[in-house]
C-alpha cells in the first residue's frame, strides 16, 4: 500500500504533466525529427541526422520551451479553465501557482543554457521564442483575432528551429508550413466557439463573443476551404512521395469537418471539431515518413546488420 506521502506526490507529478500537456510534447519531438529527415535535410542520411548532437539539443529546448509556455498559459488562464475544464482545472491546481511560476523559471533557464551548446543565434531564438509565448498568455491572448494567429504561429515555431539550424529554404517547406499554421489557426477557432463561456466571463475578445457563433463559422469554412491551396502544392507542383495520399484523405475529412461544423451547437460538437483537427495534426505528423519511405526499410535492415 501507497503512504499518503507517496499518493500525495503522485497526484502533484500527474497534475504538473496534466499542465504541461505531457503527452503533447513527444509528438512534437517527433515531427521535428521526422520533419528534419524527410523534409528539411533529405540531401543528408537518416542516421546521420538522428545523431546529430546539435538537433538533439535544439529539439530538447523546444520541448522544454513548449512544457514553459504550458506553465505559464495555464498561470494565467486558471480562472477561464475553471468554467471551460473544471476537472481538468481541479487536478492542475493541486500544484501551487507558486510553484508553478517557480518550475516556469528554471526550466527557462535550462533552455538558455542548453542553446549555449548550439550557438548564440540558438539562444536569440529560444529567448525570442520564450518572450513571445509570455507576452501572448499575459497580452495577446485576449486580443480578437491577434490570439488566435499568435497561437498557431508559435505552434509552428519549433521547426523554424530546426528550420535555422539546417538553412535550407525548399518552397515546399513552406507549403507544408502553411497547411500546418492554417489547420492550427483553424483548431485555436474551433477552441473559442469551446470556451466561449470562460472567454465571456473573463474578458476574452474572440470572435464568437465579440460577432457570434454564426459569423465565427463563416471564417472558419473560408480558412478550410483555403487549405486546398498548400494541399494542391503539394500535391501537383512539389515532390512529396506517398504523402500525398494523407493530403486527399485530408480533404475528405474537412469536407465532413465543414458540414459537422455548421451543425454543431455544444460544447461537446465543437469538442469533436477539435479532435478531427487534432487527428489531421498529429497523422499528419506520422505520415511524414511517406514521402520516402525506403529510408526506414533502409534504417531497418542496418539495424538487423548491427544486431547480428
Not at 207 to 218: A, D, H, R, T
Request: contains cysteine; positive net charge.
Amino acid at each position: 500500500m501507497l503512504s499518503r506521502k507517496t499518493k500525495l506526490l503522485l497526484l502533484k507529478i500527474a497534475s504538473m504533466f496534466s499542465v504541461i500537456r505531457g503527452y503533447n510534447i513527444p509528438i512534437i519531438a517527433l515531427a521535428q525529427y521526422l520533419s528534419a529527415i524527410f523534409i528539411l535535410a533529405p540531401n543528408k542520411r537518416a542516421l546521420d541526422v538522428v545523431l546529430d548532437f546539435n538537433l538533439f539539443i535544439i529539439v530538447i529546448a523546444s520541448s522544454l520551451t513548449i512544457a514553459s509556455g504550458y506553465i505559464i498559459n495555464n498561470f494565467y488562464d486558471s480562472k477561464k479553465d475553471l468554467i471551460n475544464r473544471p476537472n481538468k482545472s481541479m487536478l492542475d491546481r493541486l500544484v501551487r501557482q507558486k510553484t508553478k511560476l517557480q518550475v516556469y523559471f528554471a526550466v527557462n533557464f535550462i533552455v538558455f543554457l542548453l542553446a549555449f551548446f548550439v550557438s548564440i543565434r540558438a539562444v536569440f531564438f529560444f529567448s525570442t521564442y520564450i518572450f513571445l509565448i509570455w507576452f501572448y498568455s499575459h497580452k495577446l491572448k485576449k486580443i480578437v483575432v491577434i490570439g488566435n494567429l499568435t497561437a498557431s504561429f508559435l505552434a509552428v515555431l519549433p521547426f523554424f528551429a530546426i528550420l535555422l539550424y539546417y538553412k535550407n529554404l525548399y518552397p515546399q517547406i513552406f507549403a507544408h508550413a502553411t497547411y500546418l499554421f492554417l489547420l492550427l489557426l483553424i483548431r485555436e477557432m474551433i477552441k473559442d466557439l469551446e470556451n466561449i463561456k470562460g472567454d465571456v466571463a473573463n474578458n476574452y475578445q474572440t470572435i464568437p463573443v465579440l460577432f457570434g457563433e454564426n459569423f465565427s463559422k463563416k471564417i472558419i469554412s473560408v480558412l478550410t476551404v483555403s487549405t486546398i491551396i498548400p494541399i494542391y502544392f503539394l500535391i501537383e507542383i512539389f515532390e512529396v512521395g506517398y504523402m500525398d495520399i494523407y493530403f486527399y484523405v485530408s480533404l475528405i475529412v474537412l469536407i465532413f469537418f465543414i458540414q459537422k461544423l455548421w451543425k454543431s451547437e455544444t460544447k461537446t460538437d465543437y469538442l469533436m471539431l477539435h479532435n478531427i483537427l487534432k487527428f489531421l495534426v498529429v497523422s499528419g505528423v506520422f505520415c511524414i515518413v511517406l514521402i520516402e519511405p525506403e529510408v526506414l526499410i533502409r534504417g531497418k535492415r542496418i539495424v538487423e546488420i548491427i544486431v547480428k
